[in-house]
């Protein structure tokens, strides 16, 4: 019996779904995914250098392309730092997955 992780299971299920890009800015509860995400090419990173930058940007890129912007933070003021920019997509009915 083969044995798969749940950062594995996420980054294959965002494969399966057509992700081509994630925005997003590292932290200890996401690492095991940022692993597992950086030993795959089908998804693209974008780094960004604060979470908030991170919901936006793929805010913009849900709005200029069609697709679903996907975002990946850590917990605590990674989450926090995510609200605003969630909330506008929300809003604005602009299609985002943030995980976290």
């Known amino acids: 019996m083969m044995k798969i992780t ?3 299971v996420v980054i294959e299920t ?3 779904e057509n992700v081509e890009v994630i925005f997003g800015y ?3 509860a996401v690492l095991p ?4 995400l950086f030993k795959q090419n089908s998804i693209r990173h974008i ?4 979470e908030g930058g991170a919901i936006h940007a793929a805010e913009g890129y849900a709005r200029s392309t069609g697709k679903t912007g996907v975002v990946l933070v850590t917990s605590g003021p990674g ?3 995510v609200v605003t920019g969630l909330t506008d997509a929300m809003m604005d009915s602009i299609p985002i997955v943030c995980i976290t």
């Open 47 to 50: 780094l960004v250098r604060q």
């Open 6 to 8: 749940g950062a594995k």
């Open 33 to 36: 995914i940022y692993d597992t």
């Open 14 to 16: 965002l494969i399966q």
């Open 26 to 28: 590292p932290g200890g």
């Open 79 to 81: 989450a926090t730092n």
